[in-house]
């Protein structure tokens, strides 16, 4: 499984900028990493992950692969995009099939730079784009209940479907967010979120935009912003958009420099990706051989069986049991034979519950 994050935002708050950075540092590590066909408004950027160089230095394989994420940039929304302003429905519908939102607000002046409302104004601008996003949720969600009303009459299975989304219509023109939406049965809510895609069920990273200047100290339209996602329980970034471009084109000593002129340990694109995985609660586990070092994502809470699926479906149909070893483990002993040695990797079955940073090695049968 891999992560899917769609950047939304206004026009000219710095979509565009961060998304070339996105797209170069995509480019950048094309030779180290197997990437499908990209469309132009997708780029698969490679998670930044330490753990896995130092395997390598002791495995020394032929590659090593990183787990992935995949940005989706959608055009600059405009009010009214729900009802087909500007590029309107053509581009919400690309949100709905990513995994979480990352909305960029632009805090910084700049008078070479217009704004579509002439003023910087972080809450007004989040507004716009919440707004538009929820009316488009609702417009969803009515023509959904108008085709199950219809199907109903032959598959009388589908009326707690539908039930549930007259409820979740009532919510929304409340301007109430799908994401705040409860009903007993949990179950049945996944069901009707999986059933519509609502966009205001999606996580948020509300991540501010600033100059250079901002990077190491926040401004108050930063504050602005991290209070709102304080206020929503959501999650927070910052980035400078410009700076991103800027440290691609960098060897590691050289950005390391660079970020330390800023006063600052890691990077916007760093900070995303580590906020993306925490929001939607994911992790992290290695396998290790002469072939490849390999980084595969998986979701916090995932037994082995299911761990093993994003590898192969066999795996987790024919599982029998999976040797762990810990990654401070590995890195102490140092190989896998020192670790069986020493009596640190695990013979792990079933009920096994894999953890961040675990190498694993998984033995089944078809």
């Known amino acids: 499984m891999g992560l899917s994050i769609g950047i939304v935002g206004l026009p000219n ?48 394989p032929t590659r090593v692969v990183n787990s992935t994420v995949d940005f989706v940039d959608i055009a600059g929304l405009v009010k009214g995009a729900s009802k087909g302003e500007g590029l309107g ?3 919400l519908s690309n949100i709905r099939e990513t995994d979480a939102i990352l909305h960029v607000v632009r805090c910084f002046e700049d008078e070479d730079i217009a704004h579509v409302d002439e003023s910087i104004d972080p809450k007004r601008d989040i507004e716009v784009i919440e707004t538009e996003l929820l009316l488009a949720d609702i417009q969803t969600t009515e023509n959904r209940i108008e085709r199950l009303q219809k199907s109903i009459k032959g598959d009388k299975s589908l009326k707690p479907l539908v039930e549930n989304a007259e409820k979740l219509l009532l919510h929304l023109n409340e301007g109430k967010t799908a994401s705040s939406f409860i009903i007993d049965d949990e179950q049945s809510r996944k069901n009707l979120f999986r059933e519509l895609r609502l966009m205001s069920s999606k996580k948020i990273i509300y991540c501010a935009n600033v100059d250079e200047n901002g990077l190491s100290e926040d401004n108050d339209y ?29 060897n590691d000593n050289e950005r390391e420099e660079f970020l330390k002129s800023y006063g600052i340990d890691e990077g916007g694109l ?44 066999d795996f987790e149909k024919g599982f029998i049991r999976a040797e762990v070893i810990g990654y401070e483990d590995y890195i102490k002993y140092k190989s896998e034979t020192a670790c069986r040695n020493a009596g640190v990797l695990r013979i792990e079955g079933k009920e096994y519950i894999v953890k961040d940073g675990d190498v694993m090695h998984f033995l089944f049968n078809v």
Do not use: C
């Open 222 to 250: 930063v504050k602005k912003v991290m209070d709102l996602a304080k206020e929503k329980n959501a999650s927070f970034a910052k980035i400078s958009a410009k700076v991103e471009e800027e440290l691609v084109a960098l």
């Open 270 to 313: 760093e900070q995303i990706i580590k906020t993306g995985f925490k929001t939607l609660g994911l992790i992290s586990y290695f396998t290790a051989g002469p072939k490849e070092v390999k980084a595969w994502t998986i979701q916090d809470g995932w037994k082995a069986p299911k761990s093993a699926s994003v590898i192969h479906t």
């Open 13 to 60: 708050v710095g979509k565009s900028t961060l998304f070339n950075a996105l797209t170069k540092a995509q480019n950048a590590e094309a030779q180290n990493y197997p990437f499908s066909t990209i469309e132009p408004n997708k780029a698969v950027v490679p998670v930044p992950d330490k753990r896995l160089s130092e395997l390598a230095k002791l495995v020394n």
């Open 89 to 91: 429905n053509q581009f």
